[in-house]
């Protein structure tokens, strides 16, 4: 069935870049999300990305998305201690305008 | 403001004493949906529901019930809790693809 997979962990140094990477499988996907959950908070909608689109930037977000090899991407420039959080990539279940499936969410640790 | 409302945001109670988390939304959203955190396993999805008693089973149904008699709100009804069902378990609604999910705060369910 599909899936959508994520590193469990990533760890950057205040003021890089930080990527965090996810696969999906279901090539038919129309949206791919990324979704942020900061300690003891619900999960926040960050941004998406339409299928037909490569790339979206806003602000210190950028989204890469690879079709070819179902890979998504999500840059967050000059790192700060408040994106320390999980990170969970989610797409669209082909023929729903709802459900989604979810990566199991990457925590993003941010060293001084 | 706009948000997905659950109650009790932590709850410890024992095994087989009937539960109920309630989740309501102010935006006319068709669409909501149950959801539980576990470390390691992203999120599950329990239930969902399309509209006004349309409801249908996610990934994880075993054990919870759901009702949706009034579009703003849709239960979680646990009539048998056991302990496998200690989770943080989220409600979320949405309007359509292209605006996500909206997320409550998420309950913290101990069942001992």
């Known amino acids: 069935g599909e899936d959508v997979e994520q590193s469990l962990f990533l760890s950057v140094r205040e003021g890089d870049s930080s990527v965090i990477n996810c696969t999906y499988t279901?090539?038919?996907?129309?949206?791919l999300y990324w979704y942020k959950q900061e300690p003891g908070a619900g999960l926040q909608l960050l941004t998406y990305?339409?299928?037909n689109m490569d790339m979206k930037q806003d602000q210190r977000l950028t989204v890469l998305l690879n079709k070819k090899d179902k890979h998504l991407s999500l840059r967050i420039a000059d790192t700060q201690t408040g994106d320390s959080a999980i990170y969970f990539c989610?797409?669209?279940?082909?023929?729903?305008?709802?459900?989604?499936?979810w990566g199991a969410g990457t925590k993003l640790i941010i060293k001084p | 403001e706009a948000q997905v409302t659950q109650n009790p945001r932590y709850l410890i109670t024992v095994t087989g004493k009937k539960l109920t988390v309630t989740c309501s939304q102010n935006?006319?959203?068709?669409?909501m949906s149950w959801y539980r955190q576990d470390p390691g396993l992203g999120l599950r999805q329990i239930y969902y529901?399309?509209?006004?008693?349309?409801?249908d089973k996610g990934d994880v149904p075993e054990g919870y019930k759901v009702s949706r008699k009034e579009k703003r709100n849709f239960p979680l009804i646990l009539e048998s809790p056991s302990p496998n069902q200690t989770s943080l378990y989220f409600c979320?609604?949405?309007?359509?693809?292209?605006?996500?999910?909206?997320f409550g705060s998420g309950t913290r369910l101990t069942v001992v």
């Open positions: 279901d090539s038919s996907s129309t949206y």
């Open positions: 935006m006319n959203h068709e669409y």
């Open positions: 990305i339409f299928s």
């Open positions: 989610a797409e669209s279940v082909t023929g729903s305008n709802y459900q989604l499936i």
């Open positions: 979320a609604s949405s309007y359509g693809p292209a605006s996500g999910y909206t």
């Open positions: 529901s399309m509209n006004v008693e349309v409801t």
